[in-house]
């Protein structure tokens, strides 16, 4: 037999023979029975020495062309392999995640308001949640006496100074001082953190919450300057225009004070629900910063003036993801916390 | 508080008519919070006045019956059960689409046309209770009688019984810097400002003198009492009050008591002055002493509870005790009582920070006291105790005056008046009002306004004196709540831009939580209260739950409750963390006052992170994430393990902890490495530690050994070591001589057996 006719037999049995594979593991096999290293047609090409020197050349191209066909051969079948095997998958089937932690709503919240202030040029601080006296009200213009005092009712710890005694804070604005000594003017900053009430819980109310304070201090702030600054922050959390409106609120800690509403984005306005049938929701209290806490701060209300702010992000996270119990925040069920 | 309508308008007449939205809009945007506006001829709306034509029996019930009841434009028929029923009676019939609430109920619901017992009713004849009307005269069972009631059949019940009103509930917060707010006639001049209508004053008709008891009043300490008026009526009959004023009374929230006392609780009400009786019969002599408490003094107040008095509290005596603790409460003994015949009317004006603090101390907050200590106006003194006697002598015409109007006034307070520069108004504005606009706002909230442009002299109202007002930035607000909010537009600030500086500890816990979230665990927040018996925990004073009087001291001792909660719930698998301050008794490193040296407790950041698994080996996972942590972070840490109903807990303290940049970059490896396996199984007692410090110390070509299987149960453990050299490929007879090393070594020093 002419090596002429062992590669067409070669060709021949190995077509016939890709014919009856259905796996890819059969295929591999078969590709290195005929186009292996030590496979068949390799020894045809062991063969070719032997032949006489004019023949080689056409004799190599036909092997050449032989190889090339079963490789392709080899490939269209290994395609078709493929396809087959695929029609296998459901892709409808779950993915296989990677393991799921979830931020606390509280974090999740704080975070996106210190990253909108920052982008504003706002400082972040942290304040300490057990207080004194003196920054909480005092330095805030609200002495021993004040009715104010009231507005808030407080934990005491026992230690501190009868005249200086420990508490701890009602608001973040005990930070406001604080960072006016450190700081002084200009300043802009917000501080988010813990706060505590000393009340009695029910789904609206908790004796811990968390809360923002902002504080803005420069020559020549007006209340024209808070309104813009809110609504571009409301703006930005909202990530739509809102509408806000002042209206006069008491903190002795501003001068003046103001509510600070937002137009309800439910109704627009209309009144429904969510917004108690008013269509504003009330969200901020602000106000001009009070010469006493300016001067407590260490600077002359004749040369600076500033406006501060403070918005409940308890509240906020609860309208943002309509949770209708406070203590859901506090309590540790993960069936709550791995919502989020 | 609570608002009349009717009563403002008493005061003030409205540019229109305003609904109860309209009015707490208005009061809200320019004045005070209005929590709630309730219109009472709304929640009446179709209960009319009727009378009972005829009455038949029910047909299938005893207890019920039919009554024919004329409304004026038609007859209905009606099925009712009151026990009181009778022919000829003025009855309340609600009519069909009336809200009521049945008896025992909580909810509201409208009155719907309904069958009973088969006989069709077309309304239903109510008992006051059911209209939350209060009826003196309700009868258990009956219906409510107006057949005293001069009303047309067919009149609306609000406009027969005078509910025709509108009750406004103010947040009483927000006027905690307003004592000329906490009365009608204080809003009412607020009100005349706003719509620019005139304040009705009331008529200063002079009290008519007597001199048949000679009062005497002396103020020992003027500190303490700015004001007294003082005047004795007598030839009283103590009743009941007149229904108007009882209903007054109780739709503003306040229980009628009898006609001396209502009146002088409905004209701390109109007037925002508290006033109060004293029976003269019970006066040792019509003589008044204001001073301090002496020593050991005591007083059993109108309430019943005796109350020990201490000598910074001022109190009204007369020549023998304390009759009233000044400004809060009214002794027992000289209480009104349906004998009294003549009482002495006190209205007086007491120190606020005095008032508060004998309050506070006493535990005895009243409405009195709360409008005391706001600071209120002297002049109030006097139009409140003029109003009383004239509302006295109204209801009961027999009363006469019956000593002179004693007015002991011996602090009159100077004037305050403020230097305004109008240019820097409109800068703390950040908007242009015209000047003659600023005036005349000025002037119809009762400001002096003198002087020109732009420096003008403002005079402060009494009844805003008392520390309200007292500098320039006190009067923006005065101009913009009147000039309108909304009509600031808004401007943003200028500001340089420079980035804000960051705080590196902030990072490092919002970098903690990322890397904690994307590893798998979840963060919880809980409470910084906690129970225990540690002395050296800071304890609250004044705790709201008592089991937990302490402030933590660690995350462990807050969280672990969440985490017992969550395994008894069944999780088969947690990982939770948190990031909360706690407290230590030690000093830490931020100031009591920015001029004391004192310092507060520390307060540091902790981590706390809670693991539990039933099959996997939780210990090495916590260990492994804090270690992850550790590296992602460049921080070194000092975590405290501990082990909780099977569970795993890291502690960790965040404050001072240093983060440092320690990615290192170092050249690739010229030659290959190679790796070879090794499992030994090695006697108890034997640590990982011992063996990897014996391996690292036999060859330099160690460079790596990775533990990657352990079976703690069979005291087994496989690990491979990578070896590499610098220079060159190493050749694997040099490293199975290693090896060999290595394998002896092992099974010298530790016993360790190949497995």
Redesign the interface.
């Known amino acids: 037999m002419s090596l002429h006719q062992e590669l067409d037999k070669l060709r021949g049995k190995a077509l016939t023979d890709l014919k009856q594979i259905k796996d890819q593991d059969s295929l591999m096999a078969l590709r290195i029975k005929y186009l292996g290293r030590k496979g068949e047609l390799a020894s045809i090409m062991a063969l070719l020495k032997q032949v006489a020197k004019e023949e080689r050349p056409q004799l190599g191209k036909l092997v050449n062309q032989v190889k090339r066909e079963l490789e392709i051969a080899f490939l269209r079948v290994s395609k078709t392999i493929g396809d087959r095997k695929s029609q296998g998958i459901d892709f409808t089937l779950p993915g296989i995640k990677p393991p799921i932690g979830h931020l606390h709503p509280l974090m999740r919240v704080q975070r996106e308001l210190e990253d909108l202030f920052r982008s504003m040029g706002f400082m972040v601080l942290d304040g300490p949640e057990l207080e004194s006296e003196y920054y909480n009200f005092e330095s805030l213009n609200i002495p021993i006496w004040h009715p104010a005092r009231d507005m808030q009712d407080t934990f005491y710890i026992k230690g501190g100074k009868p005249d200086n005694r420990w508490l701890l804070r009602t608001h973040t604005s005990a930070m406001q001082v604080r960072a006016l000594e450190k700081y002084g003017a200009p300043l802009r900053a917000v501080v988010p953190g813990r706060v505590f009430r000393y009340e009695a819980t029910d789904a609206s109310h908790d004796h811990t919450f968390w809360q923002l304070e902002g504080l803005v201090v420069d020559k020549d702030i007006s209340i024209a300057n808070l309104i813009g600054t809110m609504k571009v922050f409301l703006s930005g959390i909202f990530q739509r225009e809102v509408e806000v409106r002042l209206r006069p609120g008491y903190f002795p800690f501003v001068e003046p004070g103001f509510e600070l509403d937002m137009k309800c984005l439910v109704c627009n306005g209309l009144g429904c629900r969510s917004c108690k049938q008013s269509g504003w929701i009330e969200l901020i209290g602000c106000g001009l910063v009070h010469p006493r806490v300016l001067e407590f701060g260490g600077l002359n209300p004749k040369e600076y003036s500033g406006f501060a702010f403070g918005l409940g992000l308890s509240r906020l996270v609860m309208m943002r993801y309509k949770i209708d119990d406070i203590r859901l925040l506090l309590s540790g069920d993960l069936r709550f916390l791995e919502q989020f | 508080m609570k608002i009349s309508y009717n009563i403002l308008k008493n005061f003030v007449e409205p540019p229109h008519v305003f609904s109860a939205k309209e009015l707490a809009e208005v009061l ?6 209005v929590d709630e506006a309730v219109d009472l001829k709304e929640k009446l709306r179709g209960v009319v006045v009727g009378v009972v034509t005829a009455i038949k029996p029910h047909p299938k019930a005893d207890k019920l019956k039919l009554a024919t009841v004329d409304i004026g434009k038609k007859n209905l028929e009606v099925v009712c059960g009151g026990v009181n029923l009778q022919e000829g009676m003025k009855v309340a019939l609600a009519q069909v689409g009336t809200q009521v609430r049945w008896h025992g109920e909580t909810n509201w619901t409208s009155l719907e046309k309904t069958t009973i017992r088969g006989v069709e009713s077309a309304g239903m004849i109510c008992a006051a209770e059911e209209l939350e009307i209060y009826d003196p005269q309700a009868v258990k069972y009956g219906i409510m009688d107006l057949s005293d009631n001069e009303a047309e059949p067919g009149t609306p019940l609000s406009q027969a019984l005078g509910l025709d009103d509108i009750i406004l509930n103010i947040d009483n ?6 004592p000329d707010l906490w009365g009608h006639f204080g809003l009412a001049r607020e009100l005349s400002a706003i719509w620019q209508k005139p304040l009705k004053n009331p008529e200063n008709i002079p009290i008519q003198n007597s001199r048949d008891i000679k009062l005497q009043v002396k103020i020992a300490e003027p500190d303490y009492c700015q004001r007294y008026l003082g005047i004795v009526l007598a030839g009283l009959r103590i009743f009941p009050s007149p229904l108007w004023l009882q209903r007054k009374l109780l739709s503003l929230g306040m229980r009628p008591i009898n006609n001396i006392v209502d009146v002088t609780n409905y004209v701390m009400l109109e007037y925002g002055q508290p006033l109060h009786a004293f029976d003269l019969a019970k006066l040792v002599s019509p003589e008044i002493m204001v001073r301090l408490v002496k020593r050991g003094e005591k007083i059993i107040t109108i309430d019943g509870v005796e109350r020990k008095l201490d000598q910074s509290m001022l109190v009204i005596a007369d020549n023998k005790q304390p009759q009233a603790i000044a400004g809060v409460m009214g002794g027992i003994a000289s209480e009104v009582n349906d004998n009294t015949e003549a009482v002495i009317i006190e209205s007086a004006t007491f120190n ?2 005095s008032t ?2 004998t309050a506070s101390r006493l535990g005895l907050r009243t409405e009195a006291s709360a409008r005391f ?2 600071g209120l106006d002297p002049e109030l003194a006097y139009l409140a105790i003029r109003r009383a006697v004239e509302l006295i002598c109204q209801i009961m015409p027999e009363a006469k005056i019956a000593s002179q109007l004693v007015d002991e006034y011996p602090r009159v307070a100077k004037k305050i008046i403020i230097d305004l520069n109008l240019s820097w108004l409109e ?5 242009q009002i015209p000047e003659g606009e600023v005036m005349n706002i000025l002037q119809r909230l009762g400001f002096g306004v003198a002087g020109s442009s732009p420096n003008i002299k403002v005079t402060v109202p009494s009844w805003r004196a008392g520390g309200d007002i007292t ?1 320039p ?2 009067l ?2 005065e101009v ?2 009147i000039y309108g ?2 009509k ?6 200028k ?7 960051k ?1 590196k ?2 990072e490092l816990r ?1 970098r903690i ?1 990322e890397l ?13 209260f906690v129970s225990g018996e540690n002395e050296k925990l ?7 739950d008592k089991t937990k009087p302490y ?1 933590r001291q660690n995350l462990i001792s807050s ?1 672990a ?3 017992e ?2 395994q008894k ?1 069944g ?1 088969e698998s ?3 963390f948190e990031l ?2 706690v ?1 230590l ?1 030690s000093s ?1 490193k ?1 100031l ?3 001029n ?1 040296k ?1 310092y ?2 520390d ?1 540091p950041w902790h981590l706390l992170l809670a693991i539990y698994d039933k099959k996997a080996p939780v210990f090495r996972i916590l260990k492994g994430v804090v270690e992850f942590i550790e590296q992602q972070t460049g921080t070194s840490f000092k975590p405290k393990y501990e082990q909780l109903n099977g569970g795993w807990l890291a502690e960790i303290e965040l404050e001072g902890v240093e983060t440092i940049d320690t990615v290192k970059y170092n050249p690739l490896p010229k030659f290959p490495a190679v790796i070879r396996d090794l499992s030994l199984i090695i006697p108890q007692g034997v640590l990982w530690s011992e063996i990897f410090a014996e391996i690292s110390k036999i060859s330099p070509l160690i460079e790596n050994i990775q533990v990657f299987d352990v079976y703690e149960e069979r005291g087994s453990i496989s690990f491979s070591i990578v070896f590499r050299s610098a220079e060159r490929t190493l050749a694997s007879s040099e490293v199975e001589a290693v090896m060999d090393d290595i394998v002896k070594s092992l099974q010298d020093k530790f016993k360790a057996s190949i497995r």
């Open positions: 809200t945007m320019h004045t005070v919070e917060k927000s006027i905690t810097h307003r606020a920070i508060r603090q200590e706001k800068k703390r504005l950040g908007c500098r930035e006190d923006i607000e913009a709540r909010y909304h600031i537009l808004p401007v943003l600030p500001f340089v831009i420079t980035p804000p500086p705080d500890e902030q919002w939580r904690l979230i994307g590893a798998g665990w979840t963060e919880t927040l809980s409470y910084s800071l304890r609250l004073e004044n705790p709201v402030l969280m409750e969440q985490f909660s969550a719930a999780r947690i990982k939770m909360g301050r407290f008794p830490g931020m009591a006052a920015g004391s004192e507060l407790p307060q």
